[in-house]
């Protein structure tokens, strides 16, 4: 039995397509506000200490880091409207420095708001149907989904529906609002996996069984941080009826048996490490079996209804092929690259994917400026729907552009300064805040990241050297992905001064792996050089086509170790 | 009383705003170079004590004392390269934080 509108749903051709609010979601949001508007206004007057007051603004999204407080905004599986990009444009503005960070988690963040401004900050975002709650504290998170969703050629099914479900439940769930520790959880419904969900305390595969009835592949226990571990299948197929049910039961387990007496063994990876998937296997069977299910029971109008916001958008009927787009690669170079780096297939003919890039070559990875995100709105609006995408490699994506509008499309994003191409190429860099902003910090990862992107900028090398992830984290926490990058690089502290840890070989898609420690670490002066020494082997050895992960697990860990070791001895202290 | 390894100050932020600040004689300054110095532990602990007090009275949040060296002009530089950041801002973005004002200002850093 749903407490939302029935009749608000199954909007086919609608000109968005993303999960719009009812008044029961209103009343929600708008609640929260105004308590936590009275929490700031008693922190304010005395009546609570810092103490009291930290986890209700942890779990309204508000941090205090290095400079300033810091407001993480949900954005759920990463899907915005223009409507939406534009009030956080206008938040920017209004309360903080013209700008915002993209996260590895879809989300927003913004580096500089007052406590005093936030209730109005959150105001202005329930205006438009958006939250920061669950966005921090030991709870479960924002639920990411593959930036492709709706639209990618190898999808199954749409994730959001699933993700948006699950946003639902776990919305101040209250047995699972004080886990042991923060819980992620990601969904993927294609072959390919862009959403990393084996890097999440759980991931869900959605796939049919021999019957052709929809489920989810449950994985379970990954994560990185400063004990990466790469997730365990707990069951290959889970019918769709039980996923709610099953979910309880894992976190009950999970809130039952996690280790509350370590903040650094708390994660649900480090229970089914110590423990072993067969024995949480076991305890999570035995959960299932003997909870009441009941509450739990899978409501399928409500999913039915929550699938029904995902429509398909009003697409128009028009051939494969584009000649507008083929004349306007012929008759301009850069838009050709674009084009072939930056342009992804799309499910319904004469349309295409478009990475919108925000990894300029020296830029910041991840930042928009306020202008930026009202460009991104209107070229939405002008050329896509009105939708738009975070994906947790930091870019934007405008899910359906037709192939004819694509060159128009190229320069208005060009007059913004958004029309890098590079998505996927080594420039493509993900890299967290680091201690430029970051309290928890060991050293800065965005100054890496711009002097990499300035060593590589050449775009004819970068096509030359393909796809190859470079990630990098400013602390062991590893909000950068750098387990799961091809590269991978960790900023610590080392005598004083901050030092930087290689690795090499990981992956976040279905064939995911932990990246291996190259050596001890080094300088920021010297990573550049490194990256190129690591990248200029890699060409001389790879075979054809072969990616940089594929050469790496052909040739082994010690190869390119032995590499670095001879460039040592010619000089390089690496 | 006991002669500190180096000189230290008291950082925190302010409640309101989360801005970086540091106790002075005079009270909580936005500017390092107004910070009082403490030379040795009981100086460091009447810093400590004055700022657990402004935490207990709801002023500011996250006290904590950091080495510092004294230059020429008689201005502490924080030892660490993270309090550095702290009394400048983000070294990716010049025009932000403690360090823009300064600029404006025409102060050198």
């Given at each position: ?42 922190r304010l007057e005395g009546a609570m200490t810092e103490d009291e007051f930290r986890?209700?603004r942890?779990?309204?999204?508000l941090y205090l880091q290095l400079h300033a407080y ?44 007052k406590l005093v ?322 309290a928890l ?134 | 009383m006991t002669q500190l390894k180096n000189p230290q100050i008291l950082f925190a932020n302010d409640l309101r705003d989360g801005e970086v600040l540091f106790l002075g004689a005079s009270g909580w300054a936005r500017d390092h170079r107004q910070a009082s110095v403490a030379r040795d532990s009981l100086e460091a602990q009447a810093l400590e004590a004055r700022g657990k007090a402004d935490v207990a009275a709801n002023r500011v949040v996250d006290v904590y004392l950091a080495d510092v060296m004294i230059?020429?002009?008689g201005a502490p530089t924080p030892l660490h390269?993270r309090e550095k950041m702290r009394i400048n801002g ?7 934080g403690k ?11």
């Amino acid at each position: 039995m749903t407490a939302h509108d029935p009749q608000q749903a199954a909007r086919s051709n609608a000109p968005t397509t993303t999960y719009l609010y009812d008044a029961y979601d209103t009343a929600f949001v708008r609640e929260r506000v105004a308590e936590f508007r009275q929490q700031v206004a008693r922190r304010l007057e005395g009546a609570m200490t810092e103490d009291e007051f930290r986890p209700f603004r942890l779990m309204n999204g508000l941090y205090l880091q290095l400079h300033a407080y810091m407001l993480r905004v949900a954005i759920p599986y990463g899907t915005l409207t223009a409507r939406q990009m534009r009030r956080l444009a206008d938040i920017a503005d209004k309360w903080d420095k013209g700008y915002g960070h993209f996260t590895t988690r879809q989300n927003l963040q913004y580096n500089w708001p007052k406590l005093v401004d936030v209730p109005d900050i959150l105001e202005a975002l329930a205006d438009v149907e958006m939250h920061a709650i669950q966005t921090s504290g030991n709870c479960i998170r924002n639920v990411t989904a593959d930036h492709f969703a709706g639209v990618a050629v190898d999808e199954m099914e749409d994730p959001r529906p699933t993700a948006e479900f699950l946003r639902q439940w776990s919305s101040l769930h209250a047995e699972f609002s004080f886990l042991p520790r923060k819980f992620k959880i990601a969904v993927s419904g294609a072959t390919h996996d862009r959403a990393a969900i084996k890097a999440h305390d759980i991931g869900l595969r959605i796939h049919h069984n021999d019957r052709g009835e929809p489920g989810y592949e449950v994985i379970v226990g990954g994560g990185l941080g400063r004990s990466p571990f790469i997730g365990k299948s707990l069951r290959e197929f889970l019918p769709r009826e039980d996923l709610l049910a099953y979910l309880e039961a894992i976190l009950r387990v999970y809130n039952r048996f996690g280790r509350r007496d370590n903040k650094y063994k708390a994660r649900i990876k480090i229970l089914v490490h110590e423990t072993g998937i067969e024995e949480i296997r076991a305890q999570v069977e035995a959960e299932f079996a003997a909870m009441d299910r009941a509450p739990f029971k899978h409501d399928a109008q409500e999913f039915a209804r929550i699938a029904g916001f995902f429509a398909p958008p009003p697409y128009e009927t028009l051939p494969a092929q584009s000649p507008a787009l083929e004349d306007a690669k012929r008759a301009d170079a850069a838009f050709k690259a674009f084009a072939e780096i930056n342009v992804a297939a799309h499910k319904t003919p004469g349309y295409a994917i478009v990475t919108v890039s925000l990894k300029p070559i020296g830029g910041v990875p991840g930042d928009a400026t306020s202008a930026q995100m009202r460009a991104l709105a209107d070229a939405s609006e002008k050329f896509g729907f009105g939708e738009l995408r975070v994906s947790h490699e930091q870019n934007i994506i405008l899910p359906h552009v037709k192939k004819d509008d694509l060159y128009a499309l190229w320069r208005m994003l060009g007059a913004a300064g958004l029309a890098t191409a590079n998505a996927g190429l080594l420039t493509d860099i993900i890299s967290c805040p680091g201690l430029d902003y970051c309290a928890l910090a060991t050293a800065r990862s965005i100054p890496i990241a711009q002097a990499i992107s300035r060593r590589f900028a050449d775009p004819e090398r970068q096509r030359l050297i393909g796809r190859l992830g470079i990630k990098i984290s400013g602390c062991i926490n590893a909000c950068g992905h750098h387990h799961i990058g091809a590269i991978g690089i960790l900023g610590l502290e080392k005598k004083g001064q901050e030092s930087y840890q290689i690795t090499l070989g990981g992956d976040p898609s279905l064939s995911a792996s932990i990246g291996e420690l190259l050596g001890p670490g080094v300088t920021a002066d010297e990573v550049p050089d490194v990256i190129e020494h690591i990248v200029d082997f890699y060409l001389g050895e790879r075979r054809g086509d072969e990616r940089f992960i594929d050469t790496w697990r052909r040739l082994g860990h010690a190869r390119f170790k032995d590499v670095l070791r001879r460039e040592g001895e010619d000089g390089a202290d690496i | 009383m006991t002669q500190l390894k180096n000189p230290q100050i008291l950082f925190a932020n302010d409640l309101r705003d989360g801005e970086v600040l540091f106790l002075g004689a005079s009270g909580w300054a936005r500017d390092h170079r107004q910070a009082s110095v403490a030379r040795d532990s009981l100086e460091a602990q009447a810093l400590e004590a004055r700022g657990k007090a402004d935490v207990a009275a709801n002023r500011v949040v996250d006290v904590y004392l950091a080495d510092v060296m004294i230059g020429p002009d008689g201005a502490p530089t924080p030892l660490h390269y993270r309090e550095k950041m702290r009394i400048n801002g983000p070294s990716v973005r010049r025009d932000l934080g403690k360090q823009a004002r300064s600029e404006k200002a025409g102060e050198p850093q």
